[in-house]
């Protein structure tokens, strides 16, 4: 069974980090990409950042580069989402995701989903 479990949000003032992790079970992840994506209130669905598990190439969406690191950790099926220089507008709900096309993941219809994690930035 596909299982993807986001854990790590919670409240942080602006400037601060966090650090989000993704624990992956249930199918190969050789030839996997691994996305985060995030819902602000009153907004659609937006990604991240995503990396490939073959060879731990990155991607980041335009707003995040330079603040947030999504890295991985083969031998504990495990993503991580280091988040720095954090901003009020990074405050979402944060969801990982998985799918063996990177193009899927790019398009954003990934095949699978976390139940996602609160990241709330707030002085």
């Known amino acids: 069974q596909v299982q993807l479990v986001e854990s790590g949000g919670g409240l942080v003032q602006p400037g601060g980090s966090l650090r989000l992790s993704c624990a992956a079970s249930?199918?190969?992840?050789?030839?996997?990409?691994i996305g985060w994506f995030r819902r602000a209130p009153g907004k659609e669905r937006e990604g991240v950042s995503a990396i490939t598990f073959s060879d731990g190439s990155t991607y980041y969406a335009d707003p995040v580069k330079g603040r947030f690191t999504v890295s991985r950790d083969n031998a504990k099926n495990m993503v991580y989402l280091q988040m720095n220089s954090l901003k009020p507008e990074d405050t979402a709900v944060y969801y990982c995701?998985?799918?063996?096309?990177?193009?899927?993941?790019?398009?954003?219809?990934?095949?699978?989903w976390g139940q996602g994690t609160q990241v709330t930035v707030s002085s």
């Open positions: 249930g199918f190969t992840l050789a030839y996997y990409a």
């Open positions: 995701a998985a799918d063996s096309s990177l193009r899927k993941m790019i398009q954003g219809v990934p095949d699978y």
